[in-house]
């Protein structure tokens, strides 16, 4: 994480390209921050490379649009203690960092108050403690901001608060550190993940076939010979992959490596992101063409988030 790139000028130099392509005023609220493995994947002197979309500040998320919140999805109505989000019924997210190993500019939680989440063990207490009083949840979700961006130390001490809450059964990490640093993965981390009494499922995400390539297999094949489920989740998100080759070949790249896609989210609208946002009746078009060409359990379910409804809503 040390070595990113967290620079847009340095980003467009990297891959020869004009610095006038990134933005700084775009960058000033949400810097600019790119691993050096993941920018090797990305094809230089192309402007249009899906992965360079993806992290490059662009001068379109400093224009106002109507209907483009900060706070997209209701998150802050739905949280009853610090860094605690309650949504879905069986199921809790813990927000535990603001740090991410990469930055999306289409990321939903853009604007979140992260300042507000716990950094420490103790802070971390009163969601626990409201987790211990409800006993209809199930699943904690170790979320962010990218959860494995902290400590394996850490993470260790908040599963063993955890798993001695007797109704808790499964521990879910959203992460996207396998796909952006795959060396992330290592013995220690499979060690907290696996040594404890509740069942780990990681969903990762990655939107862009070249995203699983060179390395990726690796981190992905430790989990999965771990014995933990790996599904991904990703965005569909205008000239990254709204086209039928990126979504088939995503999915064919997944299952190839044994991950499951498991969701397709519809842009949240998050303000900076309008540029992004692929109509919903296109992205019904894609799936039904992605669903005649892959085995059922290769088509992910293509979702959108309505704040309020009880759990996400399946569009196809
Ligand atoms: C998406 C989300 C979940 C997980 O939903 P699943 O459909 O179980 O994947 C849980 N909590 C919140 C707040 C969410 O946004
Ligand atoms: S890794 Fe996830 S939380 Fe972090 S910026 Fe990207 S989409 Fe947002």
């Known amino acids: 994480m040390k070595a990113a790139i967290r620079d847009s000028g340095e980003l467009c130099r990297e891959l020869n390209l004009p610095t006038e392509l990134g933005s700084d005023s775009a960058a000033a609220s949400f810097p600019v921050f790119a691993p050096r493995g993941y920018v090797n994947k990305m094809v230089s002197g192309d402007p249009h490379d899906p992965l360079l979309l993806q992290v490059l500040s662009r001068a379109e998320e400093t224009q106002v649009a109507a209907g483009f919140l900060k706070d997209a999805v209701g998150d802050l109505a739905a949280s009853p203690a610090a860094g605690m989000i309650h949504k879905y019924q069986g199921r809790v997210l813990l ?27 103790e802070a971390w207490r009163p969601a626990i ?48 550190l ?24 990681v969903v990762i995400h990655a939107n862009h076939p070249r995203e699983v390539e060179e390395g990726v297999e690796v981190a992905l094949a430790k989990l999965i010979r771990a014995g933990v489920p790996v599904l991904n989740q990703a965005v569909l998100l205008r ?78």
């Not at 927000?95 to 063990?121: D, Q, W």
């Not at 396998?178 to 499922?201: A, F, M, N, Y």
């Open 95 to 121: 927000v535990t960092t603001g740090a991410c190993a990469i930055h999306c500019r289409y990321c939903f939680r853009r604007h979140f108050p992260y300042e507000t989440a716990p950094r420490t063990l």
């Open 129 to 176: 403690r409201q987790i211990a009083e409800d006993d209809s949840v199930e699943e904690v979700i170790l979320s962010g901001g990218d959860p494995l961006t902290l400590v394996d130390s850490l993470l260790e001490q908040l599963v063993g608060e955890l798993e001695r809450i007797p109704h808790l059964r499964r521990l879910r990490v959203h992460t996207r």
């Open 178 to 201: 396998p796909v952006v640093i795959p060396e992330r993965v290592t013995d220690e981390l499979l060690g907290w993940l696996t040594g404890s009494r509740l069942i780990p499922i």
């Open 239 to 316: 000239g990254v992959n709204d086209n039928v080759e990126s979504l088939v070949g995503l999915s064919r790249a997944l299952v190839n490596l044994r991950v499951m896609p498991y969701y397709l989210h519809q842009l949240d609208r998050v303000a900076g992101a309008k540029h992004f946002e692929v109509p919903v009746a296109r992205g019904l078009e894609l799936i039904e063409q992605v669903r005649s060409q892959l085995p059922g359990y290769a088509v992910p379910r293509y979702v959108q988030e309505i704040p309020g409804e009880a759990n996400k809503r399946v569009l196809a």
